[in-house]
């Protein structure tokens, strides 16, 4: 059974930064495109960034690119997402996939992948 549980959310001032963590079990890591996706209130979810199993190809969506970074250390089956210079448009729940498409211009999660619980982020100004 595959599980994917997110880390390391919180409450932080404009400006500040959060490391996301996000381990999978159940499958074999290092197999697997992953990816982080956030959903606001409202909105729907979108793609923030996904990284092949290697780490060595990434996406960023334009609204996070220059503040956010995808890391994964696939010795310990996790992922990471390191957000930088949070503005509070950024607020939204923060969700991770195991098993993602991903290429220039987008970031998806595929049928059978799997969502973690999502940990909240917010922003304040």
């Known amino acids: 059974q595959v599980q994917v549980v997110e880390s390391g959310g919180g409450l932080v001032q404009a400006g500040g930064s959060l490391r996301l963590s996000c381990t999978a079990s159940?499958?074999?890591?290092?197999?697997?495109?992953m990816g982080w996706f956030r959903q606001a209130p409202g909105k729907e979810r979108e793609g923030v960034s996904c990284?092949?199993?290697?780490?060595?190809?990434?996406y960023y969506a334009d609204s996070v690119k220059g503040r956010f970074t995808i890391s994964r250390d696939n010795a310990r089956n996790t992922l990471y997402l390191q957000m930088d210079s949070l503005k509070p448009e950024d607020t939204a729940m923060y969700y991770c996939?195991?098993?993602?498409?991903?290429?220039?211009?987008?970031?998806?999660?595929?049928?059978?992948?799997?969502w973690g619980q999502g940990t909240q982020v917010t922003v304040s100004s």
């Open positions: 990284i092949n199993w290697r780490g060595e190809s990434t």
């Open positions: 159940g499958l074999t890591f290092n197999n697997y495109h």
């Open positions: 996939a195991a098993g993602v498409s991903f290429g220039s211009r987008f970031c998806a999660k595929e049928s059978l992948g799997a």
